[in-house]
């Protein structure tokens, strides 16, 4: 990875999938039933590329599997990706080398875990709103997708998000905080997707990354 430069992206991650609540993969158990597919969103707060910023733009994931994936006994990985139209000719480059694995650092180890097979991409708006205290998250692209959450709460919770940490199956990477919660809209139209649900399980994990990695 010479001739990669050094970059840096943070910011926020969720999903909307078809796993109960909680999900079982926060906890690296394989899914109910043992297969799921679902949403996954990442929003870059912060992000560099070398000179490119990255700052605001959204990447969207639409993947399925079987099996557990932590243990590295899952088959059948897919995934179609759709990023942020906004993004100009560099940025989508920057974005490609990241998400795209090329990049190092969480990503490249991620995709190494995963190893989907890729079902292709596309650009297009993605609208993303998350709640300053990550109460609710939502995102949509309009024609494809539409997903959202909120945190979930009960008697105990005293109005306070309910935090996850040291997960043993964070889809972010370790050392970052998430929270749990239950989808309010799961609606898919796009490459070999498709379902319209909701009320299963949804989680928002914040993301720090940074690459190359070290020689």
């Known amino acids: 990875m010479a001739d990669i430069p050094a970059w840096h992206a943070k910011g926020e991650w969720f999903d909307v999938c078809s796993c109960n609540v909680p ?6 158990q394989p899914p109910d039933n043992d297969y799921c597919d679902g949403v996954l969103v990442w929003h870059i707060r912060e992000g560099r590329y070398g000179d490119v910023p990255l700052d605001g733009l959204n990447v969207v ?3 399925s599997f079987k099996g557990n994936v932590w243990e590295g006994s899952h088959s059948e990985p897919k995934m179609g990706i759709v990023m942020d139209e906004r993004a100009d000719e560099a940025q989508r480059a ?5 998400f795209g694995g090329l990049a190092g650092g969480w990503p490249t180890r991620f995709g190494e875990i995963f190893g989907p097979e890729m079902l292709g991409l596309e650009f297009a708006p993605i609208e993303v709103e998350i709640a300053p205290d990550q109460t609710s998250w939502r995102a949509v692209i309009p024609g494809l997708v539409r997903a ?16 996850m940490q040291n997960l043993p199956g964070s889809e972010t990477g370790p050392g970052q905080v998430g929270t749990q919660g239950k989808a309010t809209e799961d609606k898919v139209n796009a490459f070999v997707f498709k379902w319209d649900r909701a009320g299963n399980s949804s989680k928002h994990i914040t993301f720090d990354w940074s690459g190359p990695d070290a020689a």
Not at 94 to 98: D, K
């Open 23 to 28: 999900c079982p993969c926060s906890w690296a």
């Open 61 to 63: 994931g639409l993947a």
């Open 94 to 98: 920057a974005l490609q080398m990241i």
């Open 148 to 163: 959202a959450a909120k945190a979930l709460s009960g008697p105990t919770s005293e109005g306070k998000p309910p935090r």
